[in-house]
């Protein structure tokens, strides 16, 4: 049997993992660059029907001069609508659909956990802060953030999100919302002129804030958590674990790829 083996560029930066500054973050510029390119990859591996699930600082390879981008890690990405039973260790960057699935249920996979994943991302790499340690219930930081979600115009912004101006704020909650709401990766092209941080000497400066708007650029989802049954598969005639290296594609401004495996 026999085997192609892709190569890809050197990432002679590393991750962006390396570069993010603890409790301080990444140039903002720099930021947006990653940004506009990683929304590009993620898209285009949504049209192509698959989901990454593994979105982090850590999977995302950069060069010297943090312009051209390289998103890796393939290791756990499936198909659109794969099953997905519960998950052992818990990360920030879970959706909270991934994170509340109990043993006795399964989850329908939708691009929307990259959505979330990616709005997480930017958080941290801008911050140097994770907003939360999961996106569950028994998270005294989420519950704080799930809270001004609902009462923007009473409460001010949970910790760290004073960082952020009022364009960032939008674009984040747009991300990291309700999954019924939650708006594409693309969204964040809207928010590429505008600053991203800004100095907030008390008050809230998001008073006008409008709710989030779930029927603008947002992807209507089902109720994709459903009762375990016995025998279900979900290859959907592609396995997960030949998404390891490289494909390149001219509309893409990131690589992708899968291993080819020739009999």
Known sequence: MDYYAMTQELATAGTLHHL?????GLSEEILKRCAVQISSALDYMHQKGLVHRDLKPDNVLMDRDCHHIVLGDFGLTQPVGSIVTSMLHIIPYMSPELCDISDEEYLILHPSVDFWA???????TLTGYFPWRRAFSDDIMYLDYVLWLDNLSYIPPPARWDQFSPAAVTMLR?????QS?????????NYINFPWKTDVNGGNPWEAESPVDCDSDSQ?????????????????????DNL????????????????VEIS
């Open 20 to 24: 993010i500054q603890a409790e301080v």
């Open 118 to 124: 990616f709005g997480i991302l930017l958080f941290v």
């Open 174 to 178: 747009n991300l990291v919302p309700d």
């Open 181 to 189: 709401c939650r708006h594409s990766v693309l969204s964040v092209l």
């Open 220 to 240: 209507p989802i089902e109720n994709f958590v459903t009762q375990n049954q016995e025998g279900t598969t979900s290859n959907h005639g592609m396995e997960a």
């Open 244 to 259: 390891v290296l490289i494909i390149t594609e001219e509309d893409a401004m990131l690589t992708l790829g899968l291993e």
